[in-house]
């Protein structure tokens, strides 16, 4: 089986632009990648209510919304990331610890529940997972570079309580046998390949020993 790494950070960290450098250095050494997404899309109902959710007209209860989150996120586990992982590296860009830390942050439910729901779903863990942390107000000006809408949670308030949720999480013992290796993205792009190279690709050439 081939290791899972998982990218983790609020909008506007970086994830996306580190995820194409990882994929372009691994593929460079002979290392096959797949990337996915944060859901699956797999269910119409969960899915319908991920996009309610994303857009800021969920009429659902707490309950039902979290209960889209855990059964999307099983069914990404089961039927994309482990069938993936049977041929190639599976890089994600977020996985259930953004459901944790975002639903802690918007609709107040603690991190430990939500992720205590998925290891008792067994929901598949990463080998690695890397935090790109950036400060809210570089994150908020990269969201409005990107020339899109900006979503509910993508305002600064709302992105300096995902950033000390975030915090929360990695600062306590809830991670279990999961490595964090923290990549900060205030830098720019020299930086952030400098870190690829010798943090991230020596972690990854392990994990592959």
Avoid at 23 to 40: F, M, N, W
Avoid at 98 to 116: F, K, N, R
Avoid at 165 to 193: C, H, P, T
Wanted: proline fraction near 3%; glycine fraction near 6%.
């Amino acid at each position: 089986m081939m290791p899972f790494i998982v990218l983790e950070g609020c909008d506007g960290s970086g994830k996306t632009t580190f995820r194409e450098m990882l994929r372009r250095e691994l593929g460079s050494i002979g290392i096959k990648t797949v990337t996915v997404g944060q859901h699956s899309w797999l269910h119409p109902w969960y899915s319908r209510t991920l996009i309610a959710a994303r857009e800021n007209r969920c009429k659902s209860s707490l309950q039902t919304l979290s209960d889209a989150y855990l059964h999307d996120k099983h069914l990404h586990g089961q039927r994309n990331v482990i069938p993936a992982r049977s041929k190639a590296l599976v890089i994600a860009d977020r996985w259930f610890y953004s459901d944790a830390v975002y639903h802690a942050a918007l609709y107040g439910v603690p991190i430990e529940q939500t992720l205590e729901r998925h290891r008792q779903a067994g929901t598949e863990l990463p080998n690695l997972l890397v935090y790109m942390t950036v400060d809210a107000e570089l994150a908020y000006k990269r969201i409005l570079d990107r020339g899109a809408h900006t979503r509910h949670y993508e305002r600064p308030a709302d992105l300096s309580r995902i950033l000390i949720e975030y915090e929360n999480l990695f600062k306590s013992n809830l991670m279990g046998n999961v490595r964090v290796i923290n990549i900060q993205n205030s830098f720019g792009l020299d930086e952030l390949r400098l870190r690829l190279s010798v943090t991230i690709i020596p972690a990854i050439c392990q994990l592959l020993t």
